[in-house]
Nanobody
């Protein structure tokens, strides 16, 4: 059974940065795509960033210049770093993995951006 476990969320002030980490229970290269999504209160879940098995990345338009996705095949982790955080970045952030037509989600980690 695939498990995705997020860590690194919390309360941060506007303008600060954070790095979220996702530990995957198997080799991340077994998946076509891994990455991060987020869901703010009252809104639909949306893309943060993904990376496919070939290393091609995809970022949300609102995060293109503020987010960076990392993957580590030795530790089987997928991290996302977001700088210059804004209150509108407040959301539950979910780790994501896709293998063929099957999608896996982590349990989510809360990120709150507030002064």
């Amino acid at each position: 059974q695939v498990q995705l476990v997020e860590s690194g969320g919390g309360l941060v002030q506007p303008g600060e940065w954070l790095r979220l980490s996702c530990a995957v229970s198997e080799n991340i290269f077994n998946f076509n795509v891994v990455g991060w999504y987020r869901q703010a209160p009252g809104k639909e879940r949306e893309l943060v960033a993904t990376i496919n098995v070939g290393g091609v990345t995809d970022y949300a338009d609102s995060l293109t210049d503020r987010a960076t996705i990392f993957r580590d095949g030795l530790s089987n982790t997928v991290d996302v770093q977001v700088i210059k955080l804004r209150p509108e970045d407040t959301a539950v952030y979910y780790c994501y993995a896709k293998r063929l037509s099957t999608i896996y989600w982590g349990q989510g980690t809360q990120v709150t951006v507030s002064s």
